[in-house]
Structures are given as structure tokens and as C-alpha cells.
């Protein structure tokens, strides 16, 4: 007898996976080996930035109160007395009308208050005249304008982007803590799935849920250990899965999760005795996507159709492992934009369409990428994004607009945007 599934709204399915997540360990890597890794400690300033008064730009250091008379008709002369560029300190201090002639980024001489740019200086020798008086601490950049020591700078949790590395390497970060990185492994299951390497056969088609999906880890940073593939074996799939979750933080296996008379997924689930935390959702593709806990491993079961793997692997698979290493922004990030197709026939599930988003001067636009069906392959290569079109009782015209989720971003959001 086939089992009645009862499909659960999108959002309470993310809602069952994320409670079941755990953080990671920690783990310190070279400043060098940490841009794409989530903090696990928070950022702080060591040290005021800039460390001291520097001038930004090239120019003569003045004392200000010394340029107070200069004006187009009575222009103010002053002396050079040194010459310093970056990374070097003055040794003179300056006295009336003495000026030390600067370069960007260098520290100002005692006394100096201002700077005057090379361009508004008129240069005789080693003198030079201005024609305008200057502020106190006109032209200058200031110690601690930046941040202040000890100022919170980043978050534990955030995304190492690259700006993230330019303020780790300020404050001498040679090392950061980051979160580990979940180990996951992955199992594609199907007797008709050959590698890419073979050629195909009567019924046989190249497994590209597989690469897909280490793609998918990989582009998180996530390396994963191949399971391989297998067919449609429920001995063979539950002795690989069962150790695999002994090992692994995440099992993901793609095909078998259906009802159908050789999908056996459900079956070596419940023979690991993992806590299901559903096998039916209401979402289109991938209705029967499955996630099971089971030790604190997670087990993705996701469809072998592989535009309903894709979403599955970005819906619940993504978030979990970026929770996992305390991301604070785990969910796929949005846009509103104008529909670009009609979609007239209502459904009862939500919809995730492969879409390529695009944001012009007129407007962001989304349209379908291309064959639209859950085991289109070609749409998820031609789409940048899911068109989100909300299950009920109406369709979807061109022109409306709608959410999209995009995918691919270094950077999520913290909440999970649907109901
Ligand atoms: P299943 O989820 O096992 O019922 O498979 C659904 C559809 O996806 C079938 O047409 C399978 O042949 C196809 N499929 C299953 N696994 C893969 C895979 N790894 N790569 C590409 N297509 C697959
Ligand atoms: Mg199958």
C-alpha cells in the first residue's frame, strides 16, 4: 500500500529543519585561508585607524594658525624644511611658517594642524605660497577617524568577504577563528544513472545531480565526500547511508524518495529509525523532498529530478549549513521584479521556477529559463534565480510582480521571506 504523505507548507518544513541545527566547532586558519568562511569570533579594533593624524593627500604639513592672513592679494610664503613620504616621521617640529612637504598616507609633523594640497600651493624652490587661509585640522585625516580601539567592527557569524579580510589584516589577525565546516556526504542513487566519463546506454542517463551538487557545497566553500552512486538497492543505499551518518554531519542522496517501486530512501530511513521530519511538501518541484535527523546528522533526501534537486539543495539544505557554522544570514536573499511570462493556471503548491532575473533601468524583470518542468536539467543552467509564485487559487499574469529568490549570493538574509 502506497503511504499517504501529508504535505507540510514550505516555510514550516525550513522551520523543522533549522530548529534541529547545531553549531559547528571552531577552527583557526591563516588570514590567507579564511575569505569565504563564516567569523566565529567577533572583529575587534586593536588599535585606533588611522594609528595617528596623517595627511590624505600630497602636500605641505602647516601649522593653520600661520596661513590666517593669506588671501589673493597678500599671499602667505612658507619654508620647506623637510620632505617625508609614507611610512616615515618627521624629525623637525614646525615653526612660524615652517611647512614639511608630505606625501598621502604620511604621519604630520609635530605641530603641523593642516595640510595644503600640491594644487594650492604655488612652489618656489623650497618655499612655496598659499593664497587662503586653512581650518584647524583642515586637509587632515584623523587618529581614530575610522575606528576607535576596541570598537566592534564585525559580528561573529558574518561572511569573510573580502572587505572582512582588509579589516582582519589591519588589526593583525594572522589567524581567525571560523566556524568548521560541516562534512557531508553525498550518494546519488539510480539504476539508470552511468558517470560522465561513460557513454550512455539504452535507459541510462549521466548522473548530473551529483556534480551539481558539490557544485552547490562548493560554492558555500563545503568540499564533500562522494559517496558515489548506486542503484536502486535498498540493502546497498542503507548500509552506505548508515555509515556515511555516522561519519558525516549531513547525508545528501538525490532519487528515491518517491513512492514509487523502487524508491528506497524512505525505507532505509526507517530502518536507521531516523526521526523524519517530512517527506511531502507543498512546493513545486520537489513535492517529496525528505529531510531526516538522525544523531544530530542531518539526512537530505532529495528528488532525483534534477531541477527539484537543485531547489531542494537551495531551500533546505543551504540554510542548514550555513546555521551550522552560526551564519546569522543563512536564507536565500530577494527582489521584487515584474513578470515577464504568464503562469495563469493556479496551483495549490508554491511554486520555485528557474528564472533569469534581471535588473534594469526600467525595472527588475524575471522570466522562466527556459523547459519548465521539475526534471528540467537545462533551466537550471540557462536561470540565475526561482520565480516564487505562492501556491492558491489564482495564477500569475505578465506584468505582475513577484518575488524572486536569487541565487548564487556570497550574502543571505536572516529571515525566510514566504509564508
Ligand atoms: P527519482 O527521484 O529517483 O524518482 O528520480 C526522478 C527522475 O530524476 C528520474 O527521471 C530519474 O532518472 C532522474 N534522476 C535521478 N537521479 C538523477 C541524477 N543523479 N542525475 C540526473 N537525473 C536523475
Ligand atoms: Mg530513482
Known sequence: MVEKRQP???????????KRVTHL??????????YGRILAEPVRASHHVPPFDRSPYDGFAVRSADTKEASGQSRVAFRVIDHIGAGNVSKHALGEREAVRIMTGAQLPAGADA???????????????????????????LKGEDAKKGELIVESGAFIHPGIIAVLATFGYANVKVAKKPVVGLLATGTELVDVREPLEPGKIRNSNGPMIAAQLARMGIECRLLGSLPDDEDACFTIVKQAADECDAVITTGGVSVGDFDFLPAVYKRLEADVLFNKVQMRPGSVTTVAHINNTFLFGLSGNPSACFVGFELFAKPAFLAMMGNEKPFLPYERAVLAADFKKPNPFSRFIRAAYESTPDGAFVRPAGFNKSNSVTS??????????PGGTRGFQKGDEVDVLLIGSEEGVSSWMLD
Open 380 to 389: 537550471i543552467a540557462r536561470g540565475n534565480s526561482l520565480i516564487v509564485l
Open 115 to 141: 595640510v595644503v594640497m600640491l594644487e594650492q600651493a604655488v612652489i618656489d624652490g623650497q618655499a612655496f605660497t598659499i593664497r587662503k587661509p586653512f581650518e584647524p585640522l583642515e586637509n587632515v585625516s
Open 8 to 18: 507540510i507548507p514550505v516555510k514550516e518544513a525550513i522551520e523543522r529543519v533549522m
Open 25 to 34: 566547532e571552531s577552527e583557526l586558519v591563516p588570514l590567507e585561508k579564511a
